[in-house]
């Protein structure tokens, strides 16, 4: 399971950084790329990594400022030009009016798709548990923005505890069906007697992994509730130490507001993202510092740096 970021400046592309848009790669676990946002020339960005559009199964949207959304169309005609591979469904989440910018953006361009996407549309009424698989929950909360917005909270199921092969082979438990049925919890008995207690061949379940990913957002509690315990929390970062007021003016938050909540809610992780253009890399590595005051494991990330969790 990775992170990795396509897009992580603020307002509009800049040399370094280009608008927001995220994947969570979840090759290993079901075979499929989730995105969060797609900014403007999104699709270009891809060019530079491993991603395979047709793996990209489910897009979250956080809100409808252009530079997390305007890439959708573009992604959306490219991933249908993929023609010698498999075409695939698309599920595409975020708030009331996404439904309406992408047919609409289609429409207008003629461009057809050789695959259905399903929309799912949310405004304050109906967030949560927005979506639920036989591995993964993803629940959903208004943040503080100046429009409506969105976080995400991508919920690992817990992962089954693993056979020791080797101690039950040394136990005298031919490989085969036997093997099976203590996998499958059920305890044995050997032709000479033995009895193999199931248990005791299968380790603890293992605890599902917590990525919480925020839109733009002033400081809020919403932010906490849904970072609650997160291995990783990505949180805007869009202003530096001092700059409150102005963040507060324009629906952001700062680095040090980041910390805050990372803090708050008991994150093992921080990474900033959506960093205004002013921040160049000596100033990323001086909030990085700033931050580190409040929350140590912070980190300001970069267009296609790669985090694993």
């Avoid at 591979?85 to 798709?113: A, C, N």
């Avoid at 031919?174 to 061949?201: H, R, S």
């Avoid at 919403?222 to 001092?242: F, I, M, N, P, Q």
């Avoid at 980041?258 to 590595?285: P, Q, T, W, Y």
Wanted: proline share 3%.
């Amino acid at each position: 399971m990775e992170l990795q970021f396509l897009g992580t400046g603020a307002g509009q592309p800049a040399k370094q950084r280009n608008v927001s848009s995220l994947v969570l790669k979840l090759l290993d676990e079901i075979n499929e790329i989730w995105m969060f946002d797609c900014g403007e020339g999104t699709q270009r960005q891809i060019l530079e990594t491993t991603i395979k559009p047709r793996k990209v199964k489910k897009i979250f949207i956080t809100h409808l400022h252009g530079d997390h959304v305007l890439g959708l169309p573009g992604f959306l005609a490219s991933r249908a030009f993929q023609a010698s591979e498999e075409q695939t469904d698309l599920d595409i989440y975020g708030p009331l009016g996404i439904r309406q910018f992408v047919l609409t953006s289609l429409k207008v361009t003629g461009s057809r798709l050789p695959y259905r996407i399903n929309f799912y549309e949310f405004d304050r009424q109906n967030l949560g548990k927005i979506l639920e698989t036989d591995k993964f929950i993803v629940y959903a909360d208004q943040l503080d923005h100046s429009i409506f917005c969105m976080g995400y909270r991508v919920m690992q199921k817990d992962l089954e505890g693993t056979l020791d092969a080797e101690a039950l082979k040394a136990a005298g438990v031919p490989f085969g069906p036997l093997f099976g049925k203590v996998k499958n919890g059920e305890d044995i008995t050997l032709e000479d007697g033995t009895k193999i207690i199931a248990k005791d061949y299968i380790s603890e379940p293992k605890k599902g992994k917590i990525i919480t990913i925020l839109g733009d957002t002033r400081q809020t509690d919403a932010s906490v509730r849904l970072a609650l315990g997160a291995d990783v929390l990505v949180h805007e970062s869009t202003y530096g130490k001092g700059d409150e007021k102005i963040a507060r003016s324009h629906g952001h938050s700062t680095n040090m507001q980041a910390a805050e909540v990372a803090k708050a809610a008991s994150a093992k992780r921080l990474l900033l993202n959506h960093v205004s253009a002013r921040f160049l890399g000596r100033d990323c590595r001086q909030m990085e510092r700033d931050a580190s005051a409040i929350f140590k494991n912070v980190h300001v990330v970069k267009d296609f740096e790669e985090i694993e969790i």
